[in-house]
């Protein structure tokens, strides 16, 4: 196992965890509080570094949800259209 903090807070740890046999990958919260250790993660196919580099990116808008919408549906009328 290779693990790397991405970040940390005195909230918790932010983690990316890597299997070095099998190659899957998750990040996940680490805090420690008076009850105990807590744990909440997610699989990821992004590696440490795409983790890393998306903390510091602006949070998706919903302009943007509508404009990767439009665009992947004139995708697949422009796909439709050459098949036919």
């Known amino acids: 196992m290779s693990a790397r903090i991405l970040a940390e ?4 740890t932010l983690m ?3 299997c070095r046999n099998c190659r899957h990958a998750v990040v ?3 805090t420690v509080t008076p ?3 807590s744990t909440f993660g997610f699989i ?7 983790a890393t ?3 510091g990116a602006a949070p998706v808008s919903v302009d943007d949800v509508i404009e990767v919408h439009q665009q992947l ?9 050459l098949t036919k």
């Open 28 to 30: 996940t919260i680490v």
């Open 53 to 55: 580099r998306m903390l």
């Open 9 to 12: 807070s005195g909230q918790g």
């Open 73 to 81: 549906t004139k995708s697949i009328q422009f796909a439709k259209a």
């Open 35 to 37: 009850q105990g250790v």
């Open 44 to 50: 990821t196919d992004a590696a440490a570094e795409d």
């Open 16 to 18: 990316h965890i890597t």
